[in-house]
Nanobody, 119 residues
């Protein structure tokens, strides 16, 4: 029905940068909010950043000034540019999209992409 596929994770040294992307596909009529969450080992999943269809953004305090979320509505894609990465940014990053299809409307998750910040 609807699939979200993330890409761009990997291993990076502290202070480095990574760019994550997530593309939604399937029987999509429209996408409202999109966002990125992360889950560190032994911790609960937490919001990193979100963006509305109109481009309004929201960030966790821990990433403000370092991460930038953006979206390409025509491509059903949301991106997360991560700069000045810290070891505490390590975790699995998940994409979330609020999607309307012909039959319903709901939240869809990607399977996640691993980000490891380590020297």
């Amino acid at each position: 029905q609807v699939q979200l596929v993330e890409s761009g994770g990997g291993l990076v040294q502290p202070g480095g940068s990574l760019r994550l992307s997530c593309t939604a596909s399937g029987s999509i009529l429209s996408i409202n909010d999109m966002g990125w969450y992360r889950q560190a080992p032994g911790k609960q999943r937490e919001l990193v950043a979100s963006i509305t269809s109109g481009g309004n953004t929201n960030y966790a305090d821990s990433v403000k000034g370092r991460f930038t979320i953006s979206r390409e509505n025509a491509k059903n894609t949301v991106n997360l540019q991560m700069n000045t990465l810290k070891p505490e940014d390590t975790g699995v990053y998940y994409c979330l999209a609020e999607v309307a299809t012909m039959s319903d409307q709901g939240d869809y998750w990607g399977k996640g992409t691993l980000v490891t910040v380590s020297s």
